[in-house]
T-cell receptor
Framework: GAGVSQSPSNKVTEKGKDVELRCDPI?????LYWYRQRLGQGLEFLIY????????KSGLPSDRFSAERTGESVSTLTIQRTQQEDSAVYLC??????????????????????FGPGTRLLVL | AQSVTQPDIHITVSEGASLELRCNYS??????LFWYVQSPGQGLQLLLK??????LVQGIKGFEAEFKRSQSSFNLRKPSVHWSDAAEYFC?????????FGAGTRLAVHP
């Protein structure tokens, strides 16, 4: 079946504008993650959705960042009033877990995450 | 600031040779440490993890890693590399509900 897809693949925006990034997880995957990767740096966890549970937002860097997910389907990551330091590749990943309500911590120990191709965001 | 550093972006080894991938961390307390592997077109898979106790950790696929507090390191090793080990390897550190990924090391294996 299809893998994780993300759109757009590239986005150039002006400082101060809002952007919305989309992620389509693998069908049937209950968990969805957003990460950010700045140039030359490692992945930075942003937010995690598991089924209909409240998302783990502990990684969001500021209140300009938010994300939504409808059920176990598409997720959108919104960045308001973008800043130049928001320039990065934003990666989405999904995984299947039979454990409802497990924490990100628990998943880190057990799950295989499937990554999308990413959205490259450039804020001018 | 908390960080995880993988000094080597690319490493090439011959099949059958030994392998060591370096990882250094900077963390306020003893971190929890992981190594993940991502093969081309595949998902991110957990190889091994360290929480506490024995500093030499055994993982899947013949990998092991050693936690050295004095060097702030958690290097991944394998005595004999197989062609199927060609992939990207991520060292990850963190605490409860926080994961910090290293930038990754891409491993190429020559026949």
């Amino acid at each position: 079946g299809a893998g994780v897809s993300q759109s757009p693949s590239n986005k150039v925006t002006e400082k101060g504008k809002d952007v919305e990034l989309r992620c389509d997880p693998i069908s049937g995957h209950t968990a969805l993650y957003w990460y950010r990767q700045r140039l030359g740096q490692g992945l930075e966890f942003l937010i995690y959705f598991q089924g209909n549970s409240a998302p783990d937002k502990s990684g969001l860097p500021s209140d300009r960042f938010s994300a939504e997910r409808t059920g176990e389907s598409v997720s959108t990551l919104t960045i308001q009033r973008t800043q130049q330091e928001d320039s990065a590749v934003y990666l989405c990943a999904s995984s299947f877990t039979q454990s409802r309500g497990v924490t990100l911590w628990g998943l880190a120990m057990q799950e295989t995450q499937y990554f999308g191709p990413g959205t490259r965001l450039l804020v001018l | 600031a908390q960080s995880v550093t993988q000094p080597d972006i690319h490493i090439t080894v011959s099949e059958g040779a030994s392998l060591e991938l370096r990882c250094n961390y900077s963390y306020g307390a003893t971190p929890y440490l992981f190594w993940y592997v991502q093969s081309p077109g595949q998902g991110l898979q957990l190889l091994l993890k360290y929480f506490s106790g024995d500093t030499l950790v055994q993982g899947i696929k013949g990998f092991e890693a050693e936690f050295k507090r004095s060097q702030s390191s958690f290097n991944l090793r394998k005595p004999s590399v197989h062609w199927s080990d060609a992939a990207e390897y991520f060292c990850v550190g963190g605490g409860y509900n926080k994961l910090i990924f290293g930038a990754g090391t891409r491993l190429a294996v020559h026949p």
